[in-house]
């Protein structure tokens, strides 16, 4: 329990101070207008309160990650908590926090277009297509988890894929209305939902002293299972997640001022670390052990653990709560991973976003390809949006320290995070079935080398991006709306 608590704990502290330093150093500019009020297309670019942004910001970015993750997560024990709590301070906040606002000094671009401007214009084709990839990955998978999460909800007598077609239909709409019209007016009531059935396990937990285990040398991590890399894939969204960097461009399109940006982006991915943190422990402490866990996931995967934990917990009417908070994790990450798409697809082809028609033009195809993409095996599909997700937080911190170096700011809280990452998703496409799999020693060497490979070619564009005195920000005088 103290382990647990103390996480909790750390994280918070976390906030006041390692995010007050990155909010400094990076320099807020009060008076300068954001893409909100200079873009204003009455679409995309609209201002929102910081309430709302940030529970916008929330959804947006957890989708079921902070659930599901740290749950398969607990197997490997109390090495769980360190990840959630390192990475989230140090990583994963650090990584949403720079791309908001690096995104808001760049007229609300995503990540395609900065990896173009501050790493080469080659990486806004590779980056666009991965991005584009991933945000499909995470549409298709975020339709079939809430599918089956009703299902079990109703003990099965409605079929997952009637959900299925349902949750289509509103990702449709969701995708291409206004972003206040469904997103601003229900995101903060589902984000409630989220945090109260969040904060309603975790109290539980206590209440009832569950035997969270702490960590010791003995118990670091359960008969000798491997943490590199498999656990920094398995725990993304509660630590650290390229996904954000996706999303992040949505509310920096909505920010009304910079000082704002700690709470959104900051803060919302602490929020999301604390979540993670219950649904380790209770995961860890609620299934007698290691082998109890294992055969729970083995017969009924991650839902069964948040239903049965929900129930236990709180009862019939707040088990219920408990799982719709988790239901619309997915739901209001999914839709908003398809609008991520239509928005980077319209901005790499430069077609406006105000006509409803232009908007339907781009969704389309990208539904019928993520209705394709539903009958493949979920497992395969999540195991390689695991490596894209992480690959794709390797850009953003990548980004991010250019960013700094070039304006000659403390750039290593980038790039440490960056560089550990880069080791871990080359290692891990070296190792594994869905790569190449190589044993693991020459998949750690192939990481090392081809991480410092990375880095070279890093410091080398970096001097010459600050000797040509590359841009920092757009000119608000030459912002025009898309």
Not at 53 to 72: E, H
Not at 421 to 430: C, E, G, K, S
Not at 446 to 462: E, M, Q
Request: glycine share 10%.
């Amino acid at each position: 329990m103290y382990t647990f608590l103390g996480g909790i704990a750390l994280l918070i502290i976390g906030y006041f101070t390692y995010g007050k330093f990155i909010e400094k150093m990076f320099g807020v500019k009060n008076e300068r207008p954001t893409p909100a009020y200079v873009n204003s297309d009455g679409v995309d670019y609209i201002p929102m309160s910081t309430l709302k942004n940030s529970l916008i910001q929330l959804l947006n970015i957890a989708g079921t990650g902070p659930v599901f993750g740290p749950i398969m997560g607990a197997l490997y024990g109390p090495a769980a908590f360190i990840w959630i709590v390192v990475g989230c301070i140090f990583a994963g906040a650090v990584h949403d926090y720079l791309t908001g606002m690096i995104s808001i000094r760049n007229r609300g671009a995503h990540l395609p277009e900065l990896a173009s401007k501050f790493l080469g214009k080659v990486m806004k084709h590779i980056v666009n297509g991965f991005a584009v990839l991933l945000l499909l990955l995470v549409g298709t998978v975020f339709v079939t988890t809430p599918a089956e999460l009703m299902s079990l909800l109703t003990d099965g007598k409605v079929a997952a894929w009637i959900f299925v077609l349902f949750i289509f239909a509103y990702y449709i709409i969701a995708t291409v209305l206004p972003v206040d019209k469904i997103i601003g007016r229900l995101y903060p009531y589902f984000g409630a939902l989220l945090l109260i059935s969040a904060l309603g396990v975790g109290i539980g937990l206590v209440v009832t002293g569950a035997p969270i285990p702490e960590l010791t040398l003995e118990n670091f991590h359960p008969e000798g299972a491997a943490i590199f890399p498999l656990l920094f894939f398995t725990i993304s969204c509660g630590a650290l997640s390229g996904f954000h960097a996706t999303q992040t461009p949505i509310i920096s399109r909505t920010t009304k001022n910079e000082r704002e940006g700690r709470k959104i982006f900051y803060g919302m991915m602490i929020a999301e670390g604390i979540i993670a943190m219950i649904w380790a422990a209770a995961a860890m402490s609620m299934f007698d052990g290691y082998n109890g866990l294992n055969e729970i996931l083995a017969a009924g995967g991650p839902g069964a653990i948040v239903s049965e934990a929900s129930f236990t917990l709180l009862g019939a009417i707040g088990g219920t709560i408990g799982v719709l908070g988790v239901v619309v994790l997915p739901i209001t990450s999914g839709d908003t991973a398809f609008r991520s798409a239509r928005m980077i697809i319209a901005d790499y082809l430069k077609i406006a976003q105000r006509k409803l028609s232009k908007r339907f033009w781009i969704a389309g195809p990208l539904f019928i390809v993520s209705a394709i993409l539903t009958q493949i095996d979920f497992n395969i599909l999540w195991r390689y949006f695991n490596w894209a997700n992480q690959s794709t937080a390797v850009i953003a911190l990548f980004v991010a320290a250019m960013y700094l170096y070039i304006a000659r700011k403390n750039f290593w809280v980038a790039l440490v995070p960056g560089t550990f990452m880069l080791v871990m998703i080359i290692t891990y496409i070296l190792s594994q079935p869905i790569g190449f799999n190589l044993p693991m020693n020459l998949s750690w060497i192939g990481g090392f080398i081809g991480a410092a490979l990375i880095v070279v070619l890093f410091f080398r564009a970096a001097r010459k991006a600050r000797a040509n005195n590359i841009p920092l920000e757009v000119d608000v005088s030459d912002w025009k709306v898309a």
